[in-house]
């Protein structure tokens, strides 16, 4: 027992107001309820003092009398004296005990008056008092403790503060802390806990009124915490979009003028993405996901290193997602390949820079999960995640409905013609009979479907529609002028396509889904997120992780470290007879003369190899051996990937394999530099720019095309390192293969949906440590012969969902090292 | 500018004691200094405030007196009442220019006096107090602000508290927490800043003595932040041995009697474990591993948690290890695979027990890298972690290359009695002409070695010796008697044989090594761990998740789900012609028949089958086809795994590949029961300690007889679940396979090493999720295949480092799961 706290037994007016004017009974009960009744609880108390507390120090006892009764209190007053009287009785006894040797502790009673204050926090005030003085030591020689007149004046506080707001302040005192994306969800709680703690913040967002509000909010509490000046404290920039380059200089520049030296760098702004499948989306929208989430990412950490390394300390947080993955792990995201890649980033650039902006700088990467807030419900202004997931799996499914009928028709013999008929769309006037098999029985299922808005009535609506000529012309079924003609045709379907009750319904399922695979049953909210983060801030001695404040969350994973051991079957590898194979690269060209001599060894029936270069097609065309006569043609195409891959498959037949390895060399720049050390050779927001492009979104554009070809084996190439490699090339290598995966796996998954069924994996020549690679020309030798086995391994036809659900997954989505 | 504090410009003395003694020129300085000083600053500062201060309030002004004199303080008393009349001067013109309207702000200067008060503590808390002042809006009204005669008194505090202390308190306020191993290292620091910070806590270890001064420490931290009573906050409980399955009770027992409820169970005891080679370490050395770290672990999980759902709340932390590796990932670590095994044990029940013990308990690991404190460095009774391995890689060094220079000695037609003659071992006193080839080269080498001890005059001391005979017993080349002889006639070195200068620098290197893979390139401490540990425990929707406080070491580590896509080459697999190969399980019947029909159709020389029980001897015998007339031979074994390996060896002319597979299926068991619920059907600890035994000691006991036999290759099959599996069982699967991989990767790292160069990988059935599973008939066969497949694939000889160091490492420590 710490403490107790005495209250009176009745509420103020339960006898009257004044001795006086009550009657007899009033008298005796208020005398025999709050004057003698205490005496009593001490007496009793007092008895068993000895027996309680044996051997520890007696509670602290409090008494509490009433508020103001606004009549004078003159019964409260008697209550005040009373209980005084009693204590100063109680102390006096105690102390002439403990003095005689009698009693080996002193009481020492408190009484809390609270009746001179009607200010609004009196009782919270009084509350909180009484608490604390039970949980201290804190012997106050004063018997009455009287609240004083005005709270705020005596305290600076105009509310009690929180339970929390009491353990925070401190915890960052004196730091300053600079947050994008700050006006709302976890970079708001970020902002605010930070400022709690006792940070100066910056917090940066497009919308200034957002950011004017948030920062009013947070202001308002550090006050109320007890903040001088908290005005001061809580800075904010709007009009900062982290997709334009522009505006994060002029984040740094402000930044610097307004806090001086900045402790935290919170890159927590980023955008959803094009939520969309990998082959319908579009190359404008993943690169707008690359610059705004991982290019501006780099770029902030580039601007606020030289200061943090000279400075001597620094903390860098970028807030990726449970989706960005796990050292050595990568997970799928459906229709969020172009964010997921960019999460994936933010989190390896965590890990590959620690070591180089350590040991000054932490560095470290946030995965929250799923985080019940402003993000994931939406606003009046933009639909919550789960809804727009709920929409989109719907819309896909109906796209890929059509899109499989369309190809299966086509095997059947099924015409151009046949396509443009289905621009009639509503149902009832299309003639089903006149339709190829698979086509009509897609239409009498969505006939039959009994959906709510007018999807049993309509195919497709006009997004629909005008995604799969996208996909149809791309894949080299259609013609740009048929696609139009098609367009133009077209009978958009009334308004709503998908009622909302079923979109809700959707929606539901997909929330249910996560919440059965969270481990605690639940999803944070960004209020919580941002507190524990806040918390893991304050670990001093931590860099190159990841947080995960949600964590327990239950998805498929996929490793990044895959391990090729012995060469595949030769009856397996046979299956390559007579396949059409694209080769594109560029600066790997010993590794694609291996890989092109590997597949002419198979009798492929047709290699063409693509290059940037004239050169590098010059000097490949002649390095091959072409020993079974495939047909093989060497091409230079400049930047020009999608037109030549649309070439191929319009006009030469299409393909059946596509290898991919980039066009360029990683660059050869310096990570960080020393504090007193030039940062001109440190790798610049541009050079980082160009690495997104070069080795990831290359891949990107060859697959979303590649995915669209029927049960075409897509396999990515990641670049590989020399002997003379630095630390600083390794650790790129290590960033792309790692970055990547979350493309491979995502199209991976996507691929077992799409009715093309493309099966994509992942081929890399950087192992997980320099130590482990080749170390001479025979190890080099060996790893190009496991290069080319890798290769061909995963371009052999995977098995589809439809021959085995099971082999499906295992042939997606790898990534083999070599 | 929040504050300005003022201080006295001179000492107490400066001018005298009194101005009636002092001289005309003491007085007039004085009166200049002190007394005229102070309304200049006050003039000039408030003549600037505005072109300051435009926008906000104006700085804390605290005026500081100097302490007592000793002399009556009248100097001290003339400068207190000069600043008082400076304040209430300005203070009410302020208030007076306020009042017109002419400032927006008022002035509150306070004067701290410190001159009546001789508590040591009064320098420090007027500085903090003062300091307080300058942070806060707290206006006080008293211009005067006395320091309290005793500050203890007052305040119940005896020393001003750290920093830290102000911030934790109220962090786990009214929480408990039971930690083992509380008597140092991170154990006791976990104990410390929970106690600090709010929780009352019992701390368990071995010993009494060392809890009690623990305790005493803590307690007297607690006091001097002001905790009342602080004893009762923290309570001990010696002569707790966590490998003591009696003494878990005890703990429990005690808990609950002490602490009522238990919010936090920290499981931090453990036992640094045998620090040996896997073929050098004893069973009972390994047993005593697994009971201390892992069974005891679950244990205490098991006996806390039915409370913990009951009360609907509870936070369990598994102090694991780096080298227990992360979700996926294991991590290698060379002569301490038991404790690595362990390790990875402790972090994967996390990550299994979560979704079951949650939502109401929330378990986490945490793995913390080296970390500088008692562990590491050692105390006066034992060296330190570095010191330890130091000595342990100068000796194993020594062994593995006498140890292979007999192997190759043998392979030059060296009998055992050569190996006998090396008992003389003075090297002087060596025939070095009369041995072979390797042991003369050894010999010479180990004379030039110019070590500083004895180890260049004597071939080896006792302990190598006797490590080595039971190698060459257990690989059966020497006999018992033969073992005995030589110990018996063997001439130990004299000590030191390894100079401790030699082992220091060897223990340097080891630690340089370390820091060098450290991005903050320092270890962090026992308390910095501690403490960002109890700021991880504040997060309260985390579960299943590892905490890595001292992140960013990098290490090689090894990914847990390799996969093999196509089936092996056919060449290579054609390897096994004529390889003798020795199949060891029980439970996986028809899994063992096929991967011994693959072994066969391979034209193996001999197959031996050894299962646990006659039934499954004789089942197998008739269930496997032997197309090409091998020899096969099924035998029972009951347990007797190691003798018979042994005879295999001995009398039967050894074997080339060994697949290991369970005696034991998984138990069925719930692994967690609802709050209202039994836990009778829960797992309970000694069902886990069989878990443990039947699959991950199995395992041990099979590959560290097997690694002592010249280029053996050797498989461990991890247990499938069946269609039918619960997700309990399907947990348990899990447990199994990453806890594993652990031993796994770590024999793959020390079989480079070993002079027999074995290669041992991993076969597991059970993939990432159960949706991945193979979910009808057709695709358990293709699992089947795909297990035959793996199994071959990691019975081909693998290369050694002789002949190329980058295969080798491929080929050894993969987990394939099929």
């Known amino acids: 027992l710490d403490g107790v706290i005495l209250l009176p037994q009745k509420p103020n007016g339960e006898y009257g107001y004044s001795l006086c004017t009550a009657n007899d009974e009033d008298v005796a009960n208020f005398v025999r309820d709050e ?30 009398t009433n508020p103001s009764d606004r009549h004078g209190n003159l019964m409260n007053e008697i209550i005040r004296a009373s209980v005084e009287a009693l204590i100063r009785g109680w102390r006096h006894e105690d102390e002439t005990l403990a003095n005689a040797g009698d009693l080996t502790w002193a009481v020492q009673p408190n009484q809390m008056v609270r009746y001179d204050t009607e200010d609004a926090e009196a009782l919270t005030f009084a509350a909180d008092w009484a608490a ?12 009455n ?4 007149r005005s709270i705020k004046r005596s305290t600076g506080k105009s509310a009690m503060p929180s339970s929390i707001s009491r353990v925070l302040p401190g915890l960052h005192k004196g730091r300053t802390a600079v947050i994008t994306g700050g006006s709302l969800g976890i970079g708001l709680q970020l902002g605010r806990f930070l400022a709690i703690a006792g940070a100066r913040v910056l917090l940066s967002a497009r919308s200034e009124e957002k950011l004017a509000e948030a920062r009013a909010d947070i202001v308002e509490e550090l006050r109320n915490i007890g903040y001088p000046r908290p005005e001061g404290r809580v800075k904010i920039l709007g009009g900062i979009d982290v997709g334009d380059p522009d505006a994060l200089d002029r984040l740094h520049d ?13 890159n927590n702004a980023g955008i959803s993405g094009a939520e969309e499948m990998v082959v319908d989306m579009t190359r404008a929208a993943w690169d707008r996901t690359m610059e705004a989430n991982l290019i501006s990412n780099y770029s902030l950490i580039r601007k606020f290193s030289p200061a943090m390394k000279a400075g001597g300390k620094g903390s860098i ?6 989706f960005g993955g796990e050292k050595y792990v990568a997970v799928a995201y459906p229709n969020r390949a172009d964010y997921a890649v960019s999460k994936a980033g933010q989190r390896v ?67 151009v013609a046949d396509v443009l008929t289905l621009a009639t769309n509503r149902l009832d006037a299309v ?9 009509a029985r897609l239409i009498l299922k969505v006939r039959d479907s009994g959906g709510l808005g007018n999807s049993s009535q309509y195919l497709m609506h006009t997004g629909i529609a005008s995604k799969l000529m996208t996909r149809l012309v791309r894949a080299g079924l259609l013609s740009d002028e048929q696609r139009d003609q098609f367009l133009d045709a077209f009978v958009d379907a009334p308004a709503p396509f998908f009622d909302f009750a079923e979109t809700s319904k959707q929606a539901e399922q997909i929330e249910t889904g996560i919440l059965n695979r969270l481990h605690l049953h639940k999803m944070p909210t960004d209020e919580q997120v941002g507190l524990s983060t806040v918390f893991h801030l304050a670990d001093d001695i931590v860099s190159g992780e990841t947080f995960h404040p949600s964590g327990g969350l239950k998805f498929d994973r996929s490793v990044t470290e895959g391990e090729l051991l012995l060469p595949p079957n030769e009856s397996e590898v046979a299956k390559l007879k007579g396949k059409r194979v694209v080769l594109i690269g560029n600066s790997m060209k010993s590794e694609l003369t291996n890989i092109a001599n590997g597949f002419l060894a198979q009798h492929v029936e047709k290699l063409w190899v693509l290059t940037k270069t004239e050169d590098a097609a010059n000097s490949l065309k002649h390095a091959v051996s072409n020993p079974n006569g495939a047909n093989i043609e060497c091409r230079a195409i400049g930047d020009d990937i999608e037109s030549n891959l649309d070439a191929i498959l319009r006009d030469d037949g299409g393909y059946d394999v596509v290898v991919s390895s980039p066009f360029e060399r990683l660059p050869l720049n310096a990570l960080a530099a020393s504090a007193n050390e030039s940062w001109d050779r440190v790798l610049s927001d541009g050079e980082f720019r160009k690495l997104v492009h070069d080795q990831l979104t ?26 003379a490699s630095t630390r600083e090339e390794f650790a790129l290598a290590l960033f792309v293969k790692n970055s990547l995966h979350a493309f491979t796996v995502t199209l991976g998954v996507e691929g077992e949906r799409l009715p093309t069924v493309p099966a994509i994996n992942q081929v890399q020549l950087t192992r997980r440590a320099h130590t482990e690679e080749p170390s001479n020309d025979q190890e080099l030798a060996e790893e190009m012969t496991r290069l080319v086995h890798a290769v061909m391994q995963c371009s052999v036809p995977a098995p589809t969902p439809s021959e085995s659900r099971y082999l499906s997954k295992i042939f997606r989505g790898n990534a083999v090292t070599v």
């Open 698 to 723: 290359h891949h990107f554009r060859v697959a979303r095309t590649s995915a669209l070809v029927p049960n075409c084996q897509i396999v990515l190439i990641t670049p590989d390192t020399s002997l």
């Open 349 to 415: 650039l965590a890990e590959i820079l620690s070591r180089h902006l350590g040991p000054e700088i932490q560095i470290n990467a946030l995965a929250p999960g799923p985080v019940d807030g402003a993000r994931l419900r939406g606003s009046a202004e933009a639909p919550g995640l789960f809804d727009r997931r709920g929409l989109l799996v719907l819309e896909n499914k109906r796209l890929n409905e059509i899109h499989k009928a369309i190809l299966a028709g086509m095997s059947d013999d099924f015409g």
């Open 431 to 439: 003639d089903v009979d006149a339709l190829p098999k698979p086509i």
């Open 254 to 266: 402000h930044a610097v003028a307004e806090l001086g030296h900045v402790d935290f760098l919170i």
């Open 317 to 322: 947080l970028n807030v990726s997602s449970y």
């Open 145 to 148: 403790l009287w609240l004083p």
């Open 35 to 64: 004057v003698v009744a205490p005496v009593a609880f001490a007496s009793s108390f007092a008895r068993n003092m000895d027996r309680l507390f044996a051997d520890g120090e007696p509670p602290a006892i409090v008494y509490v």
């Open 132 to 143: 604390t003085l039970t949980n201290r030591v804190r012997k106050m020689d004063s018997i």
